[in-house]
């Protein structure tokens, strides 16, 4: 364990805290009903945290770097998870707000002619950090030397990079759609995320059978 691991799940255990800090203590039972009812978009983001800080540890544990490049790239990713604590929360309490506190009654205000951009956001955050992501495998990748990484490592290392490049692609897709739908459904490109799942599996396969054909070992 580097201190720049240390300092980056002290970074994430904020950004948790940032999800839930501007809940107040429920008053009445209908205001704890609608806290509770809460709970799934909490769930949600609190989810894509975890996953961007397995993604990040999965990173630490295999190379070790702490070479300033390293440390620049990884501060911005900290960063950008730090900006978008909020409009991550807003994003996915607004889509379940009919849920969480009724029909007619969301205190969540949103435009039609809006809702591009809030999409065009959220997809320029979701992009930012897979490019920080890709960055980080691709500067491990050049110093595989130096690493000492084996052909199998190296092979992995280049699966990561191209799997980023994929869920950049889905990101880009995305916010192409925001900008040239209506607004009023321009939410309807948050549905292309949905990409991600099939499209990592069909290409992951595709690297295991490589793998497996080339040096005898399922992917990791």
């Not at 970074?11 to 501007?22: G, N, R």
């Not at 630490?60 to 390293?70: E, H, N, P």
């Not at 379940?96 to 969480?100: C, H, V």
């Given at each position: 364990?580097?201190?720049?691991?240390?300092?980056?799940?002290g970074?994430?255990?904020?950004?948790?805290?940032?999800?839930?800090?501007?809940l107040e203590?429920p008053?009445?039972?209908?205001?704890?009903?609608?806290s509770m009812?809460g709970?799934?978009?909490?769930?949600?983001c609190?989810?894509?945290l975890?996953?961007?800080w397995?993604?990040?540890?999965?990173f630490?544990?295999?190379?070790?770097?702490?070479?300033?490049?390293?440390i620049f790239?990884?501060?911005c990713?900290?960063?950008?998870?730090?900006?978008?604590?909020?409009?991550?929360?807003f994003?996915?309490s607004?889509l379940?707000?009919?849920?969480?506190y009724?029909?007619?009654?969301?205190?969540?205000a949103?435009?039609?002619?809006?809702?591009?951009?809030?999409m065009?956001?959220?997809?320029l955050?979701y992009i930012?950090i897979?490019?920080l992501?890709?960055l980080?495998?691709r500067?491990?990748?050049?110093?595989?030397?130096?690493?000492e990484l084996?052909?199998l490592e190296?092979?992995?290392?280049?699966?990561k990079?191209?799997?980023?490049?994929?869920?950049?692609g889905?990101?880009?897709g995305?916010?192409?759609?925001?900008?040239?739908?209506p607004?009023?459904?321009?939410?309807?490109?948050?549905?292309f995320?949905?990409?991600i799942?099939?499209?990592?599996?069909f290409?992951?396969?595709?690297?295991?059978?490589v793998?497996?054909?080339?040096?005898?070992?399922?992917?990791?």
């Open positions: 364990m580097q201190r720049i691991e240390t300092f980056s799940d970074v994430f255990a904020f950004a948790v805290t940032l999800l839930i800090v501007s203590v008053k009445t039972f209908e205001e704890l009903l609608v009812r709970f799934l978009a909490f769930g949600i609190f989810a894509l975890v996953l961007l397995y993604d990040q540890h999965v630490f544990r295999r190379y070790a770097l702490d070479d300033g490049k390293t790239l990884n501060a990713l900290l960063f950008i998870v730090l900006f978008y604590v909020y409009p991550l929360k994003l996915f607004l379940f707000t009919d849920l969480i009724g029909a007619g009654k969301s205190p969540f949103i435009a039609l002619e809006e809702m591009p951009r809030l065009v956001i959220y997809g955050g930012a897979y490019v992501f890709l980080m495998y500067h491990a990748l050049r110093r595989r030397e130096e690493l084996t052909a190296a092979y992995d290392t280049k699966s990079i191209y799997a980023y490049l994929i869920l950049i889905i990101g880009a995305a916010i192409v759609l925001a900008l040239v739908l607004a009023r459904i321009a939410g309807v490109s948050g549905f995320y949905m990409l799942l099939p499209a990592l599996t290409y992951f396969r595709r690297r295991y059978r793998r497996r054909r080339l040096f005898g070992i399922p992917l990791s």
